[in-house]
């Protein structure tokens, strides 16, 4: 009976091993999360930059650590391409080494392709071509691998020999097909006397020998574009290459392996990477390092023309000017204009075709983390269903900054003044003293050893628990969903009573923000200061022209309140705030980690969270306790602040009905308190009662009908989540 | 280890900080070297000397005992 080895289970564990080999982050996603074309056939593993597509399940072996073990394999092949710079290859500079292919004028087939593509066509069959030389890749990278990383050798060689019989049956090597299937058999370990002893064709002793240049421990991807057309050259000598005449001669026959007229049986643990389109990426830094240093010449063409005119001011003649090699001519440099912008716009054609045809999204900038999705209609786990992507929120503009400042500044002392009342909570036990709940016996024996010695003992025996110092770490996860954008509406009663009683005073009572208060000193609010802010406009306002005031700036505004005063408690906490489109696609911002101090680069980043898009709470509580799991506190907290209920384009089977979504968030805060994590959500939805009762306990929520009350709600929650 | 400057993740605290963020020290490596100088098996003297000294979290021992076993013979 096999045990099969599961991706998301293996998730994270692939990550770090393909962080520590590669030296940089890798995704670790299923092979169907491929949404690229590039040729790529579903079902092999692949790599694009910065992800691994790896197989969803392997169950190859009956143990798992050996199906494991594969994982690690294919993972490590994979990278090992980046690594041994499988597309650092030129065509101009492989054509200078090999003179078979200079002696062949270069190939134009008129079309945007890669340097690997311009090779194949060198050969008047360009998709056997593309079979050798793929073949003799990944054969060069297997060596290479060995070569680097012999811990793997046991799984390769277990693996391969697995494989070699699951292969298709190789009697007698008669034509072009055999001798692939043969020479890719020698490739993953098979005996070379064997394969030639089957060989009818007279060419398999001759191409092993060439193809044993790329397993030499130095060879790089030039080594096999010049062994490729040394073996073609044994092919085509033997009269086994086929004619220029023949099928898939075509340009569609370097891009599809179906106009091909046989198919080499992959070799599963090397996958199918995009090889085509990775060189073209790959060339693409050659191209922008070429636009750096037009952009030079343009600016020395700039200085040029500056000392000119200054030669101009001092009376010099042009002439001698243009002799002292200064003024650029007006036609060089519209020439280096028109070739900087030529060269821009096909670099930015280029980085679009390769988007597309390697299925890329958004650029994510962090690591992602697979998590799953409780299933309320099922009553089942949906396993490493969600994708969130952990990012680090940008900084912001000075003004938005200091526009945030000003508003929060008259509030600070007040609830800095409630957290410094609240009590001291971790234990710290107190040795050497007089009396207490426990005796020191250490101190006992030392006591008791000097009274036998006849010298007066110390007799601070005792010891006991006080209550020293707070051991507490909070995580803030704040909802970025787009109803955050929403301008405040204030209750309807009390914007009557507003009216009615238009005394500032009793405003100020309502409204932590209203810049109606007299600020402390040293905290004039700078109103135009304000005005730049465009979330910031007073919504209890003086300015009616100002935009009105929304939810995401009284939920950024409270935090940095509560953030300012946690640093007088010296209490760890994390802001973090979550928005996304999708299962595959939850985005996490880390505005603050535990370990980050408090600076201006925090405010930057708080003052940038902004309204996106949709709500999924499940896997963003998970990613929150992931993180706080690593807090090393007694006491870890985590308070959700949202307005609205859990809601995504994908979260549950109806996206009208919402209960699928309630249901997974209140299973995470389950999960949360299981992992030793206090949970309480607080919500500017009027409504929230409906479902925040489905979703947790009376006591571990709070419904805030005035959003403006937010500040001070955070400050109760805090006080009663870790005042005792 | 590749060197993959063109990786933006690399640089990435985000990035750095999910993972082995601790890294091995030198301090580690001197000890599996004497480890491995006084008699033990290199695989064993890792095992004892980094994997479990370098995290808590079994996820994090597991990876760097799988880096381990594919680097060394």
């Known amino acids: 009976m096999t045990e099969a080895a599961h991706l ?8 770090l091993f393909a962080q520590g080999i590669g030296g940089a982050f890798f995704h670790i996603k299923s092979e169907g999360e491929f949404t690229g074309g590039a040729g790529h056939r579903a079902g092999r593993p692949l790599h694009d930059r910065g992800v691994l597509y790896l197989p969803e399940r392997i169950e190859r072996f009956s143990e798992v650590a050996h199906n494991r073990a594969l994982y690690r394999l294919i993972a490590l092949h994979q990278i090992c391409h980046l690594e041994f710079g499988a597309y650092h290859f030129d065509i101009a500079e492989a054509r200078s080494r090999c003179a078979p292919l200079a002696a062949q004028p270069l190939p134009e087939s008129g079309l945007p392709e890669s340097d690997f593509d311009t090779l194949y066509r060198h050969f008047p069959a360009p998709w056997l071509a593309r079979h050798l030389f793929r073949l003799l890749e990944g054969t060069r990278i297997d060596a290479r691998m060995l070569h680097c990383y012999p811990g793997i050798r046991r799984h390769y060689e277990r693996i391969a020999q697995l494989e070699r019989p699951e292969r298709r049956p190789l ?18 370990g098979e005996a070379a006397d064997t394969l030639v002893a089957q060989d009818a064709t007279g060419a398999l002793a001759p191409l092993i020998a060439q193809a044993e240049m790329v397993r030499a421990p130095t060879a790089e991807v030039k080594t096999s574009a010049e062994t490729l057309a040394r073996c073609y050259a044994v092919l085509d000598s033997l009269g086994l290459a086929p004619s220029a005449a023949g099928p898939g001669t075509g340009i569609e026959a370097v891009d599809e392996d179906t106009t091909a007229p046989f198919d080499v049986e992959p070799v599963s643990f090397r996958g199918d990477p995009p090889a085509e389109w990775l060189q073209r990426e790959e060339r693409l830094g050659d191209w922008r390092e070429q636009q750096a240093d037009m952009e030079e010449g343009q600016m020395a063409d700039l200085a040029g023309a500056a000392a000119a005119d200054s030669a101009d001011a001092q009376q010099l003649s042009d002439e001698e000017a243009d002799a002292a090699g200064t003024r650029p001519s007006a036609a060089d440099v519209r020439k280096h204009q028109t070739e900087r912008d030529t060269l821009a716009r096909r670099i930015s054609i280029e980085e679009s075709r390769i988007a597309q045809a390697l299925g890329r999204g958004e650029a994510h900038r962090g690591p992602s983390f697979l998590y799953d999705e409780w299933d309320s209609t099922r009553g089942t786990y949906l396993r490493g269903w969600c994708r969130v992507y952990e990012e680090r929120a940008l900084d912001s503009a000075d003004d938005q900054i200091q526009a945030m400042l000003n508003r929060v500044a008259p509030h600070q002392a007040g609830v800095r003044r409630r957290f410094e009342q609240l009590k001291p909570f971790a234990y710290q036990r107190i040795h050497r003293i007089i009396d207490g709940e426990d005796l020191d016996f250490d101190q006992l024996v030392d006591y008791q050893t000097e009274r036998k010695r006849g010298e007066c003992p110390d007799d601070r025996v005792y010891t006991r628990r006080d209550r020293l110092h707070r051991d507490v770490a909070t995580a803030f996860l704040v909802d970025l969903s787009a109803s955050t954008d929403d301008p405040i509406e204030p209750p309807e009663a009390e914007a009557a009573s507003a009216d009615l009683a238009p005394d500032p005073r009793s405003l100020n009572l309502r409204d932590p923000f209203d810049d109606t208060a007299p600020a402390p000193a040293g905290h004039a609010v700078a109103k135009d200061a304000v005005a730049a ?12 022209d100002a935009p009105p005031r929304r939810v995401i700036d009284v939920q950024r505004e409270s935090l940095v309140l509560m953030a300012q005063a946690l640093e007088t408690l010296h209490d760890p906490y994390a802001i973090y705030g979550f928005s996304g489109y999708g299962r595959d696609n939850v985005e996490f911002y880390v505005a603050k980690d535990f370990r980050d101090p408090f600076s201006y680069r925090t405010l930057g980043a708080l003052a940038a969270m902004k309204p996106r898009r949709s709500t999924r709470m499940g896997p963003a509580i998970r990613h929150s306790i992931r993180r706080l799991k690593h807090a090393a506190s007694a006491l870890k907290v985590m308070i959700v602040i949202s307005d ?50 489905r979703m947790c306990p009376d006591a571990r929520y709070m419904v805030i009908e005035d959003i403006e009350a937010l500040p001070d709600a955070l400050s109760k929650v805090y006080e009663r989540l870790t005042g005792r | 280890m590749v060197n993959c400057p063109s990786y933006p993740e690399a640089e990435n605290p985000g990035a750095r900080a999910a993972a082995l963020e ?23 003297a890792c095992e004892i000397a980094l994997v479990h000294a370098v995290s808590d979290d079994v996820t994090a021992q597991q990876a760097v005992a799988d880096i381990v076993d594919v680097i060394l013979p």
Do not use: M
């Open chain 1, 171 to 188: 009697a007698v090597v008669t034509d072009l097909p055999a001798l692939t299937e043969a020479l890719l058999r020698w490739s993953l």
């Open chain 1, 644 to 693: 609205g209920f859990p809601q995504d384009c994908d979260y549950g089977p109806d996206r009208s009905d919402h209960g699928y979504g309630v249901e997974d968030t209140a299973k995470a805060l389950v999960e949360a308190q299981d992992a030793g994590i206090g949970t309480f959500c607080v919500t500017v939805d009027r409504s929230g009662h409906d479902y925040l009762k």
């Open chain 2, 22 to 44: 601790e890294g091995v020290s030198t301090r580690l490596l001197i000890y599996t070297g004497q480890l491995i100088a006084g008699g033990i098996a290199p695989r064993r």
């Open chain 1, 8 to 15: 998301h289970d293996n998730e994270r564990a692939l990550a």
């Open chain 1, 533 to 544: 802010d465009p979330g910031s406009g007073a919504a209890t306002g003086s300015d009616e």
